[in-house]
């Protein structure tokens, strides 16, 4: 591959010129290469801008991307079942997170050429009884164990789930797959992934589930370049997952970040995600001003919620 443009190491940047667009990918190799597409958009006869591209402080490094959800000013998560007026409601919004199980392709299509961007959810490292497609796929060895007994959410009658096994890792990914090809979503919702920080009981079995995950995004890239991931949580894999985001979502958002020590570690990732293109959505359930000022302050696109995931407990 031709090079276009210098490096200079002491600046970590590149000089190119200003219509070139840099755009990353990953091989099955796993060597991170840079392809580098000519653009004839914002030619300017020739001349030459620098354009620093920060190291990612987790790996190597990657470039800023132009994403489709630079776009996004509006969005709404449903997981309930179809009702009157339901694709109406959702169609007035720039993107959509729905269980994509509940609907037909044909209304998620509708969506989408109404010009609303659709992401399907799936759960990561939980592993639900209602999924009955998953679960007739699962081995026992797919289940994550302490002292030899499987991990079971009382609370959402789930199980959770062991990412280092390949087996498990591939029944996630034909269920991406049919997400995108089956259901028709423009992407898809990574939830669950915070498991990884709460139920690691260990530093090594920390590590191996984060490794793990960040393996499973690069086949999910892979598989599926055209689809858009969007991550819930899960702060401590941001540093294995984020070179394959496209959006991360802060479910249970406070504006009072700046008070609490915790959220203000988590900002300083959270704004890396942001000079890397990466949108940042937030979630809080409280009406209070202050998330909203404070989200879309830090350039976030924030969402006020009901108690329920439900589009018709919003609107009332």
Not at 67 to 79: A, C, E, K, T
Not at 115 to 135: A, C, H, K, Q
Not at 194 to 206: E, P
Not at 225 to 244: H, T, Y
Request: hydrophobic content about 40%.
């Amino acid at each position: 591959m031709e090079r276009i443009g210098a490096f200079c190491s002491q600046q970590n940047s590149y000089i190119v010129p200003h219509h070139y667009h840099l755009r990353f990918r990953e091989f099955p190799s796993k060597l991170f290469l840079y392809d580098i597409i000519v653009q004839q958009k914002c030619y300017e006869q020739g001349r030459m801008k620098r354009m620093s591209f920060r190291f990612w402080p987790w790996r190597r490094q990657t470039f800023p991307r132009k994403l489709p959800l630079n776009r996004v000013d509006s969005f709404m998560i449903d997981y309930g079942p179809p009702d009157k007026g339901l694709y109406r409601a959702l169609s007035s919004f720039d993107l959509v997170i729905v269980e994509a199980n509940h609907h037909a392709p044909e209304a998620l299509q509708g969506l989408k050429e109404n010009g609303t961007i659709v992401i399907g959810y799936l759960s990561v490292m939980e592993s639900p009884r209602w999924n009955r497609d998953r679960w007739n796929l699962l081995l026992p060895e797919d289940f994550m164990k302490v002292g030899g007994q499987s991990q079971y959410l009382e609370q959402w009658d789930a199980f959770i789930m062991d990412i280092r096994q390949p087996h498990f890792r591939s029944v996630l990914l034909n269920e991406a797959a049919e997400l995108i090809h089956g259901k028709h979503c423009d992407g898809i919702f990574l939830d669950t992934v915070d498991d990884i920080d709460t139920f690691a009981f260990n530093a090594g079995l920390y590590d191996e589930l984060v490794v793990s995950f960040g393996h499973w995004m690069a086949q999910c890239k892979e598989a599926l370049p055209s689809s858009i991931l969007i991550q819930n949580r899960g702060f401590g894999s941001i540093s294995k997952s984020a070179p394959f985001l496209d959006g991360f979502l802060w479910e249970d958002w406070s504006g009072e970040w700046k008070s609490n020590p915790w959220m203000r570690k988590q900002m300083k990732k959270i704004q890396s995600l942001i000079d890397h293109g990466i949108t940042v959505f937030t979630v809080s359930e409280s009406a209070l001003s202050q998330h909203r000022s404070e989200a879309e302050n830090a350039g976030f696109v924030h969402l006020t919620r009901s108690e329920s995931y439900h589009i018709r407990d919003w609107m009332k």
